[in-house]
């Protein structure tokens, strides 16, 4: 259990860093993201021919795992428009939240009781968030398309701990990206069409940014967090995903100075996040 924690947070600070690149890389959300699975793909893909072989399913497998790649693209999507159209505070500010969804989903899918702890310790992480930022009506488009961010990420996870139970990290994590790439592929000409984007290439420094985006951000920490996932909950995992927005936040304050928009409340909504992954992280031990 320790080790699965251990991979789990090393996951989540390098998540620390997607919401800093997203601002660094100059591409709209949907290339963004589609750049970003199609190089996850490709790393997935080298990985798997040098450890024997690309990864196989059943069917029915296959056709589930491509499915949640979707809602993992639309998660990114979502993410990173959140940020571009407002700051990378709120974007991770908004993902928070996760937790108190994956605490109502989680008991849906899995025909189980709502748990109060779960729910609490999610008001909890809420009440955190009102502290660390406070709402700009500037934000607002921001501030929505956050929360379906938070709210798809939720779903995801959760169904990620069922598909784990017969497929492992690796082939869980292929066969997402490919799903997900082939989605975007499909949808970017109308996302192109309703967005259109200054340019459709990376610069070099874009292109620099999204390998390590998407081969040490993605390849690497997902395969961590689906790791952890075999032997702790999907809410605990998500609600220690909580940390990411306090890792990114501080390196958006070093990076872009946006320490302008954080107050005190920061410190103390920063304390209550992280003892609600602690207590968590007691229960499950």
Excluded at 17 to 38: D, P, Q
Excluded at 210 to 216: A, E, Y
Excluded at 241 to 248: D, I, Q, R, S
Aim: proline content about 4%; glycine content about 8%; some cysteine.
């Amino acid at each position: 259990m320790r080790r699965a924690y251990l991979q789990l947070h090393i996951a989540v600070l390098l998540a620390g860093f997607t919401g800093v690149l997203g601002r660094l890389i100059t591409l709209n959300e949907g290339l963004l993201v589609w750049y970003r699975m199609l190089f996850s793909l490709a790393g997935l893909v080298v990985l798997g021919l040098l450890t024997g072989g690309l990864p196989r399913t059943s069917p029915a497998s296959t056709i589930r795992l491509l499915a949640t790649g979707v809602l993992v693209a639309l998660h990114w999507v979502f993410f990173y428009g959140s940020i571009k159209y407002s700051n990378v505070s709120v974007g991770l500010v908004c993902f928070s939240s996760i937790c108190f969804f994956t605490a109502l989903i989680e008991p849906v899918l899995e025909r189980r009781a709502l748990v109060v702890r779960e729910l609490l310790l999610g008001l909890l992480v809420m009440a955190g968030i009102s502290l660390i930022f406070q709402f700009d009506p500037r934000y607002r488009t921001g501030i929505l398309l956050g929360v379906v961010s938070s709210l798809l990420a939720a779903l995801f996870t959760v169904l990620n701990k069922r598909w784990l139970a017969a497929d492992s990290p690796h082939t869980v994590n292929f066969y997402e990206m490919a799903g997900g790439c082939m989605a975007l592929t499909l949808l970017m000409p109308f996302h192109a069409a309703l967005f259109p984007p200054d340019h459709w290439l990376p610069t070099l420094s874009d292109l620099l940014w999204l390998l390590f985006l998407s081969l040490v951000c993605t390849v690497l920490a997902i395969r961590l967090s689906l790791n952890a996932l075999r032997e702790v909950s999907p809410f605990t995992v998500n609600l220690t995903y909580n940390l990411e927005p306090v890792y990114g936040i501080l390196l958006a304050f070093l990076i872009y100075g946006e320490n302008r928009l954080l107050g005190p409340g920061f410190y103390a909504g920063m304390s209550i996040i992280a003892l609600s992954v602690l207590l968590q992280s007691r229960k499950d031990a």
